[in-house]
T-cell receptor, first 121, second 109 residues
């Protein structure tokens, strides 16, 4: 159990375009999903917390109009990087938490997706 | 500012030895603590979680928690070359994880 997928695994885009990244919990229902960003040689920085059916909560310094998050179902959250620029190039990782604990998973453990490497030219 | 501090390393240990990784945290409210392993270019993989003071063992891994000292550690017994990775310590409070910068472990043949 506790499998989280992300798509795409990598993407290269031109400056000014938008990129959508999907995060899915495959075998449990994720009431809460998290989006992180990791620059080389640095740790994971939380960008936003996404709760199913409600607006995402963004961390200080993260532009909500640039990083659009939608959590439309209990198994899917999307992050759209709008008008991407080279400084947005990073490793974007989502995680999901099993809110119900029905699958025997701890309700406070975050399970990470494989990440999406974004390169903006 | 909630902080989780780790020595960045690299920590080099010979194969078969015990690797000891340490972490301190600043938020006394934190109740849950996690160790993740991250290979280069990959996302973090959960190794251990610990919630109570004392030791928790799982195979070759032992996590130790001391809330009074705000200290968490991870011991890896019989270290293998495949254990070479960056180990991230994380503390949870307010339903969010705060990560340390990670300790790079190198297990040498």
């Amino acid at each position: 159990g506790a499998v989280v997928s992300q798509h795409p695994s990598w993407v290269i885009c031109k400056s000014g375009t938008s990129v959508k990244i999907e995060c899915r919990s495959l075998d449990f229902q994720a009431t809460t999903m998290f989006w992180y960003r990791q620059f080389p040689k640095q740790s994971l920085m939380l960008m936003a917390t996404s709760n199913e059916g409600s607006k995402a909560t963004y961390e200080q310094g993260v532009e909500k109009d640039k990083f659009l998050i939608n959590h439309a179902s209990l198994t899917l959250s999307t992050l759209t990087v709008t008008s991407a620029h080279p400084e947005d190039s990073s490793f974007y990782i989502c995680s999901a938490r099993d809110g119900g604990g029905a699958g025997g998973l701890s309700t406070d453990t975050q399970y990470f997706g494989p990440g999406t490497r974004l390169t903006v030219l | 500012q909630k902080e989780v501090e780790q020595n960045s390393g690299p920590l080099s240990v010979p194969e078969g030895a015990i690797a000891s990784l340490n972490c301190t945290y600043s938020d006394r409210v934190s109740q849950s603590f996690f160790w993740y392993r991250q290979y280069s270019g990959k996302s973090p993989e959960l190794i251990m979680s610990i919630y109570s003071n004392g030791d928790k063992e799982d195979g070759r891994f032992t996590a130790q928690l001391n809330k009074a000292s705000q200290y968490v550690s991870l011991l890896i017994r019989d270290s293998q070359p495949s254990d070479s990775a960056t180990y991230l310590c994380a503390a949870e409070s307010g339903n969010k994880l705060t990560f340390g910068t990670g300790t790079q472990l190198k297990v040498e043949l």
